[in-house]
């Protein structure tokens, strides 16, 4: 990770900020729910096509995070989302933002990167390293499931309610995002 820090930064205190995008739409997930024995409880599961693109980055060490919800997930999008995450980066300190391979995380042309952030890309083909795909599966499960969405705008109030609620447990954000292997020694 050291070599993600720019000379900079070097010195600083250093948070672990992890990141990823979630598609929420009308085509929703299903997700177990408890009933009684032999019933069939209603699941419905809508057919249309709108969606948006939850953008999340959370600091498990600090219990909080960063979010936008958007029309697309392209570059201007993830250069959005990264200036909101550098306003959540404590005063004073740098943040190495962990994100997977999408194209539109890729530093040549249009990605801007504000100075107190350096991204380091996790190795291809391994979600399962990045602690944020488990915030997607609780925000799915407990907020944006087994639901139909009447519009575009009843997604995007839907996926800021959810991340609304996220932000307001830092001890959630803390318990879902901790990887014991992945811890800053400043």
Known sequence: MTAAI?????GQPIELWWQDEARVGQQGTLTRIWAA???RPPAPRD???ASAYLFGAVCPARGTGAGLVLPVANG????????????????????????????????GGKLRVPDNISLLPLPPYSPELNPVENVW?????????????????????ACCTAWNALINEPARITAIATRHWAQVSN
Not at 98 to 105: P, S, V, Y
Not at 144 to 154: E, H, I, K, M
């Open 6 to 10: 720019p000379e900079h930064a070097r």
């Open 37 to 39: 024995k032999g019933s």
């Open 47 to 49: 057919r249309r096509y």
């Open 137 to 157: 599966q609780f925000l799915r499960q407990n907020q944006l499931s087994n639901r139909v969405f009447d519009s575009y705008d009843a997604i995007v109030e």
């Open 76 to 107: 201007p999008a993830m250069t959005l989302h990264l200036a909101e995450i550098s306003r959540h980066v404590a005063p004073g300190a740098h943040a190495v933002v962990i994100l997977d391979g999408a194209g539109w995380h890729q530093t």
